[in-house]
C-alpha cells in the first residue's frame, strides 16, 4: 500500500514506530498531487517546497519527543475560503484572485501547532456559494469516481482530494450542506461541528449565522483525531461557544445498543432516488440488528428549510459581500468614470454569475418594505424548525437520514437550473439553521458504482455520539473500506 492511500491514524503510528517520517509522507502526498490533480482540479495552489520545508521542520520535532499529536508530520489542504498567512486565499472568485492574508485563522494556529504540513489550498465554489464547485472562477472540480461527475459544492474541492488520495485530510466550511454533500458525493466522511463549536475567526464570511469550519477524512477515527484539534473556545471570534469540549476519541466505540434513532418520514418521501433511500433504509436495518432503536417520526416544517435558508443566507451574503468595494483589497476595475461607478464595475466584473444572484436576492430580502415579508418570516421559520428538533431530540438521541436526494450528476447538467441545485440541498440546510452537528459516512453505491452518504444529525455539543454511531456502522459494514479503494484513479 502506499503511503498516500493511508489515514491519518495509521500514518500517525507508522511516524511514531520510526518506519516513516514527514517528509516521505508529504513527498508521496505532493508526488501524487503531481500526477493526479490535472484530472480532478481539486487544487488552486500546492505548496511544493514550503511544505517539504515544513515537514523537515516539523520531523525534529518530532526526532526530539517535542511534537507528539496524532496530527503531527500529517499533510492537510484547506479549503480556500480560510484564511493562510502568505498563502493566498482567493475563495475561487476573480474579486481576491490576488488576496495573501497577513494572519492565519484560528484554526489555521491550531493545526500549526500541532505540527502538521500544510500542502495547498483547494478549490471550492466562489464564496462558497453553489452544490457542485462549477462556480469556481477558475476551474471546476471533477468527481474522482467518475470525471464527468461533479464532487458536489461548495467544499468539492475538499472531499476529492481526499477521495483521490491528495490529501490525508481537509477542512470544508459548510454553510447549507457544503461539507456534508461533497461527503456523500465522492465517498468520504464529512463532519458539521455545532455551530459555535469551531472558531470562525479567518474564515471568509458567507452568511455569518450558519458558516461552520469542519473537516473531510477517509474514516470516523480520522474525524474523531481532527475534531480534537479544531474545536474549542476562540476570543477572537463573539459566536464561539465556552464549553468543555471531549476527548472524541474516546467515542470510537464500537456499541450502538440500546441507542434511539429517528428517521424523519419527510426525508424518505417524494424527490429522493429509490437507489439512495434503500442505501439509507438498509442502514437503519444493520443499526437495528446492532441493538439501536430506530422508528420514523414527523420533522414538521422541513419543506420550509429550503426557503428559509435561501433568505437568510442571502441576505447576510448581501451584507458581508459588500466590503468587496474595490477600495481596500483585492481586484479593482480598471475603467470607471467615478467613485460610484468603480464600485459597480468592480463588483460587475468580479464577482459571479451565482455570487450576484445571491446578493441580489439578499439585497432584496433586507430592503424596506420586504423586510417583514421575507427576511423576518425566514428567522420565523427558523425558530420553529430549531424547536422541531428540539422535540425530536427529547425522544431520540440522533436523527437519521440521506445526505441528498440523488447520487453525483453530470458537470453541467443543473448549473443552469439554479432552483433544482438548491433543492440539492434539501436534506442538509435544515442542521446549519438549528445550528446542529451533522456526520456523513458511506453507506453504499448506486447501480453506476456512485458513493450514497448516510447523515447522522446530533444534539448541540454531542458530536460524540455521532462519532460513535458513525464509527459503529463503519466498522460492521465494508462501504468505508470499498470507498476507499474506489474511483479508480
Not at 468592480?346 to 421575507?374: H, N, P, Q
Not at 425558530?383 to 422541531?388: A, F, N
Not at 447538467?413 to 456523513?440: F, W
Request: proline letters at 5%.
Amino acid at each position: 500500500m502506499e503511503l498516500y492511500e493511508l489515514t491519518v491514524h495509521e500514518l500517525s503510528d507508522l511516524i511514531k514506530e520510526k518506519k516513516v517520517s514527514a517528509v516521505e509522507i508529504t513527498k508521496s502526498y505532493l508526488d501524487r498531487i503531481e500526477k493526479i490533480d490535472s484530472k480532478v482540479g481539486s487544487y488552486l495552489s500546492v505548496l511544493g517546497e514550503d511544505a517539504v520545508k515544513k515537514a523537515m521542520e516539523v520531523q525534529e520535532k518530532i526526532d526530539k519527543g517535542e511534537a507528539k499529536s496524532p496530527l503531527s508530520g500529517i499533510p492537510v489542504a484547506i479549503k480556500d475560503n480560510i484564511c493562510t498567512e502568505g498563502i493566498k486565499t482567493t475563495c475561487a472568485s476573480k474579486m481576491l484572485h490576488n488576496f495573501v492574508p497577513p494572519y492565519n485563522a484560528t484554526i489555521v494556529k491550531k493545526l500549526l501547532d500541532d505540527n502538521v504540513v500544510i500542502i495547498g489550498k483547494l478549490n471550492m465554489d466562489e464564496f462558497a456559494m453553489g452544490g457542485s464547485t462549477e462556480n469556481s472562477y477558475f476551474k471546476p472540480t471533477k468527481n474522482p469516481w467518475d470525471l464527468e461527475r461533479v464532487p458536489g459544492g461548495s467544499s468539492g474541492g475538499s472531499a476529492a482530494a481526499v477521495a483521490a488520495n491528495l490529501t490525508a485530510f481537509s477542512l470544508g466550511s459548510d454553510t447549507g450542506g457544503s461539507i456534508r454533500q461533497p461527503a456523500s458525493f465522492c465517498g468520504v466522511v464529512g463532519m458539521k461541528p455545532t455551530y459555535g463549536a469551531v472558531s470562525r475567526f479567518g474564515l471568509v464570511a458567507f452568511a455569518s449565522s450558519l458558516d461552520q469550519i469542519g473537516p473531510l477524512t477517509k474514516d470516523v477515527t480520522d474525524c474523531a483525531i481532527v475534531l480534537n484539534c479544531i474545536t474549542g473556545h476562540d476570543p477572537m471570534d463573539s459566536t464561539s461557544a465556552n464549553v468543555e469540549y471531549p476527548d472524541y476519541t474516546k467515542a470510537l466505540v464500537n456499541d450502538v445498543k440500546g441507542l434511539r434513532i429517528g428517521i424523519p418520514k419527510e426525508y424518505m418521501g417524494e424527490g429522493i432516488n429509490p437507489e439512495v433511500r434503500d442505501a439509507v433504509l438498509n442502514a437503519v436495518e444493520v443499526l437495528k440488528k446492532l441493538g439501536a432503536q430506530c422508528e420514523e417520526f414527523s420533522l414538521p416544517l422541513t419543506e420550509y428549510a429550503i426557503p428559509a435558508y435561501y433568505l437568510i443566507s442571502s441576505a447576510e451574503a448581501s451584507s458581508n459581500l459588500a466590503r468587496y468595494d474595490g477600495i481596500k483589497y483585492g481586484y479593482r476595475a480598471e475603467k470607471y468614470t467615478d467613485l460610484l461607478d468603480l464600485y459597480k464595475q468592480t463588483r460587475s466584473e468580479g464577482f459571479g454569475t451565482e455570487v450576484k444572484r445571491r446578493i441580489m436576492l439578499g439585497t432584496y430580502a433586507l430592503s424596506s418594505g420586504y423586510y417583514d415579508a421575507y427576511y423576518k418570516k425566514a428567522l420565523q421559520v427558523r425558530t420553529l424548525i430549531k424547536k422541531g428538533f428540539d422535540e425530536a431530540f427529547e425522544k431520540y438521541d440522533i436523527i437519521l437520514g440521506p445526505t441528498a436526494p440523488t447520487t453525483a450528476y453530470k458537470l453541467g447538467e443543473k448549473v443552469n437550473n439554479p432552483l433544482e441545485m438548491y433543492l440539492g440541498d434539501i436534506y442538509t440546510v435544515s442542521v446549519n439553521i438549528a445550528g446542529l452537528p451533522g456526520l456523513v459516512v458511506p453507506c453504499g453505491f448506486d447501480s453506476k458504482g456512485l458513493p450514497i452518504g448516510l447523515q447522522l444529525i446530533g444534539k448541540p455539543f454531542d458530536e460524540s455520539t455521532l462519532i460513535q454511531v458513525g464509527y459503529t456502522f463503519e466498522q460492521n459494514t465494508d462501504f468505508n473500506k470499498r470507498a476507499r479503494i474506489g474511483g479508480g484513479l
